[in-house]
């Protein structure tokens, strides 16, 4: 490899060097050009990922089998679409994450994916997840934050995760007769509007407090999906968004100070826009991406540069992830750090360059590493820092599978090549020697697999 | 060869790289152990300790209240599941403590929410985003010690925050030889964050159980009582961890619920032996709590099944514990004392449970506890008379 300033376009900003890529590199014009070419060309859906079932169709389909036949055959049509969608899908775009050229847009596909957590630790909206993220998550990560905001949070798989479909206004219909039945205190759920708040836009230091995050659940109240409909008619049943304005909290809201008159459905989009354009969202964002491209204690100039452009912008991801490839600091500090499991076995492939990987050399070792995909332990995302990551069992496990999966490469592969591809320009004498002196060449392959620069980006 | 062993029989080159990289383990705040095991999914505590005497039961559970002849009958009125009958010996050493009518504050039905809210300490589901464990470890030594064990690859909420904690895992992955391990030592010498962390794994104790015996995934119900095993043999050492979480799957039992809970109880008693059995003269100073983010229906369903509800089953086992007995308040069945109208009345709070193995047992201050642990629960007093003081 020619440069450090590859080694970084490739690594730091993308997912680690495949064979082709650094010619792709020196056909761009260099290593910024490379990444910049990758912005104006998006958004796609890649080819492998292109044939998978709208979520809509595989939500429909479960929803659909519990209205006309019960509880029986929901369970059944679950395990199809798990089977026959979800895998199938997990798959593919695990091989596409393995090969994929323009590796800067993934790396923001899986940042904004993070931020934006579902999992399929909710059994009932696991099987169209992939699907969630290809629709609401890669078509926007190079345009308006407003427009992912809004895309995430009318998603049937968010509103069912983080339970707003069974949040019902106190003073609606539905739920005025359910306090008079019940006795109960309120019948709203504020979990989607506490991770909206605290966890999607103006993050935990923003000075809401628990009367906004009511308020808030108070309008998204109604905003649920096509499956809550009445048994009595399975054909109206539907896999989409759908606003019932029987559960909708009736009446004026105020949020962050400022007050939204009763309008319905409109109510909450206008709420998202203005959450988005908050000065606390530009600085909560800047933040997490700082942290992900340039350091784990994110520099705070460099925080404010990409804030300051996220407002000025109004919110255009491209300009944002321009630039964040423009920070003069993600250029100087080659190794700050430490691959995510998910990040460090699609690397490892990339680096192998097989055609065909085996689900235990893709799929299953990060979650041997500790972040089985769609599946972090709370709607917070996996962490992205060294301290995540780098423990003393992580790191023996990342050691013991590297072992094992350097010895299914092709026999043949010269670990002096593979080094120069992968780490070459931020590899140490140390490393050179112990590859040099390496008893095999899968010993050889596996102990660049297993060094800091390799796991380190 | 497990490496543990690695470390002592490796040869000079590992030890000199290593050696100026040592990261030395203070000493341990504590001698206590505490085991919580969480029964995910929702125990059905009336058909792991039934009241088997009572007509209410009877009358809620026409086809599967447990006849007298599927009990051990304890006092007259409860019996324990035959499945656990493993567990006896515990129960006659009064090693053994039954807190029926328990449960978190939570009164909603989802298992989500209700594992959130027990495993966050707030008091609300997603109130805290780290686990009351984890803030009772700080609490121990300032996290500057790995003293919590979680198992499998990702740790529980209830382990998870600011204190490091130690997992581990029966990853399938083969361990590899010496040589490459003290090839991959000489790579991380210049890299402090790599060499530590990997000095801390050559120093990690490894369990001396039969991995062979183990199907599939560690977590998996049947890998239990083996599971059990591992983490008796790390909370015994000297060095180890103190306070350890295990998951135990499968108990949301809407249906077929007696095939079921035969086999889940089998297991969870055979687990707590092998807890017992493992820990030698260290179960003295241990406790093990059972528990689950709510308790079922008082009336069986339609498919011999039970659903959500609230009021379930504790079990506390372990040498520190003063058992052989039923603790806590019981309000009965009758259609009165259900609470609305359907649950066991949770009138005992696993909170005060909690509280009480940490100030009694484990040796937190009332106050931290109070503030930190369990911040919006000083209403709920630590139960008194749990623990042999």
């Given at each position: 490899m020619r440069d450090i300033a590859t080694f970084t376009a490739l690594t730091r900003f993308g997912l680690g060097a495949a064979p082709d890529d650094e010619a792709a590199v020196d056909t761009a014009g260099g290593p910024q050009p490379w990444l910049l070419a990758q912005i104006a060309r998006s958004p796609q859906t890649p080819a492998p990922l292109a044939g998978f079932r709208a979520s809509a169709d595989i939500l429909a389909g479960i929803w659909r089998a519990r209205a006309a036949e019960g509880r029986d055959a929901e369970r059944e049509a679950m395990r199809q679409a798990y089977r026959g969608d979800y895998r199938p899908e997990l798959r593919a775009r695990g091989l596409y994450l393995a090969q994929a050229p323009d590796s800067f847009t993934e790396r923001m596909v899986l940042f904004w994916s993070n931020h934006f957590t579902v999992s399929s630790a909710r059994r009932a909206i696991g099987a169209a997840i992939a699907a969630y993220e290809r629709e609401a998550i890669r078509p926007h990560v190079f345009g308006r934050f407003s427009d992912m905001l809004r895309a995430v949070v009318r998603h049937p798989v968010m509103l069912v995760y983080l339970d707003n479909t069974g949040s019902v206004g106190p003073n609606s219909r539905v739920g005025r007769r359910r306090i008079a039945r019940t006795g109960a205190e309120t019948t709203l759920n504020e979990n989607l509007a506490r991770e909206v708040l605290e966890l999607h836009t103006v993050g935990v230091h923003a000075g809401y407090d628990q009367e906004d995050v009511i308020a808030l659940a108070q309008v998204l109240s109604g905003w649920s999906h096509g499956g809550q409909r009445r048994r009595d008619a399975p054909e109206a049943v539907h896999g989409g968004f759908e606003f019932i304005p029987a559960f909708h909290e009736p009446g004026a809201k105020t949020i962050l100070g400022v007050r939204y008159d009763e309008d319905g459905e409109d109510e909450g989009l206008r709420v998202l826009d203005d959450l988005a354009r908050h000065p606390a969202t530009a600085m909560h964002l800047a933040t997490k991406l700082v942290r992900h491209f340039v350091a784990d204690d994110p520099p705070e100039d460099d925080v404010r540069r990409i804030a300051a452009v996220f407002t000025d912008s109004g919110g255009d991801l491209a300009a944002v992830s321009r630039a964040v490839i423009d920070l003069r600091s993600a250029w100087a500090t080659p190794l700050g750090k430490v691959k995510s499991p998910q990040d460090y076995v699609i690397s490892a492939n990339r680096a192998a360059a097989m055609d065909d990987v085996p689900q235990r050399d893709l799929i299953q070792p990060m979650g041997l590493l500790g972040q089985e995909t769609f599946a972090a332990p709370s709607p917070q995302g996996w962490g992205d820092t060294a301290r995540d990551w780098l423990t003393p069992e992580a790191l023996m496990t990342r050691i013991e599978w590297a072992r094992r999966f350097a010895a299914t490469w092709p026999a043949g592969r010269n670990p002096a090549e593979v080094l120069d591809a992968t780490v070459g320009p931020v590899a140490s004498a140390a490393l050179h020697q112990a590859v040099a002196r390496a008893p095999s060449g899968d010993a050889a392959i596996a102990l660049i697999l297993v060094s800091p620069e390799f796991q380190r980006r | 060869m497990d490496r543990r062993r690695f470390l002592m029989t490796s040869g000079a080159g590992l030890m000199a790289a290593l050696a100026g990289n040592g990261v030395a383990f203070a000493a341990a705040p504590t001698e206590k152990r505490f085991v919580f095991i969480f029964l995910r999914g929702g125990l059905d505590g009336l058909h792991a300790l039934a009241p088997?005497?009572?007509?209410?039961?009877?009358?809620?559970?026409?086809?599967?209240?447990?006849?007298?002849?599927?009990?051990?009958?304890?006092?007259?009125?409860?019996?324990?599941?035959?499945?656990?009958?493993?567990?006896?010996?515990?129960?006659?050493?009064?090693?053994?403590?039954?807190?029926?009518?328990?449960?978190?504050?939570?009164?909603?039905?989802?298992?989500?929410?209700?594992?959130?809210?027990?495993?966050?300490?707030?008091?609300?589901?997603?109130?805290?985003?780290?686990?009351?464990?984890?803030?009772?470890?700080?609490?121990?030594?300032?996290?500057?010690?790995?003293?919590?064990l979680s198992l499998g690859p990702t740790v529980p909420l209830i382990l998870q925050g600011q204190a490091d904690v130690q997992s581990w895992s029966n990853d399938t992955l083969p361990d590899v030889d010496a040589d490459f391990l003290t090839r991959v030592a000489g790579l991380y010498q210049q890299d402090p964050a790599f060499a530590d962390a990997f000095h801390d794994a050559q120093g990690a104790i490894m369990p001396d159980v039969d991995m062979a015996g183990m199907n599939g995934q560690i977590g998996a119900a049947r890998n239990f009582p083996l599971s059990a095993q591992a983490v008796a043999a790390l909370l015994a050492e000297a060095a180890g961890p103190r306070v350890a979480v295990m998951d135990l799957q499968g108990w949301d039992t809407h249906f077929a619920q007696p095939v079921r809970l035969r086999d889940l109880l089998r297991l969870l008693s055979e687990g707590l032996v092998a807890l017992r059995e493992g820990l030698g003269p260290v179960w003295r100073d241990t406790v093990v709590m059972v528990g689950s983010e709510f308790g079922r229906t008082a009336a069986e369903n339609g498919n011999n099944g039970t659903d959500h509800g609230t009021g379930g089953l504790a079990m506390l086992a372990g040498g520190a514990v003063n058992g052989g007995r039923i603790l806590g308040d019981w309000p009965g069945l009758s259609a009165r004392a259900l609470f609305e109208e359907r649950d066991v009345l949770a009138v005992n709070a696993y909170e005060s449970l909690f509280k009480s193995v940490l100030i009694d047992h484990l040796g937190l201050g009332a106050a931290y506890v109070e503030g930190a642990v369990f911040p919006n629960a000083r209403g709920i007093a630590p139960m008194s008379g749990l623990l042999r003081v």
């Open positions: - | 088997y005497a009572d007509a209410d039961y009877r009358r809620l559970r026409p086809r599967i209240a447990l006849e007298r002849d599927a009990v051990i009958d304890l006092d007259g009125y409860f019996g324990l599941h035959t499945a656990m009958e493993g567990l006896m010996p515990l129960v006659r050493a009064g090693e053994l403590a039954f807190v029926p009518a328990a449960a978190t504050g939570y009164r909603e039905r989802s298992h989500f929410d209700a594992q959130n809210m027990l495993e966050n300490g707030s008091g609300v589901p997603y109130g805290a985003r780290d686990g009351w464990l984890n803030r009772a470890i700080l609490g121990l030594n300032a996290g500057d010690r790995r003293l919590g």
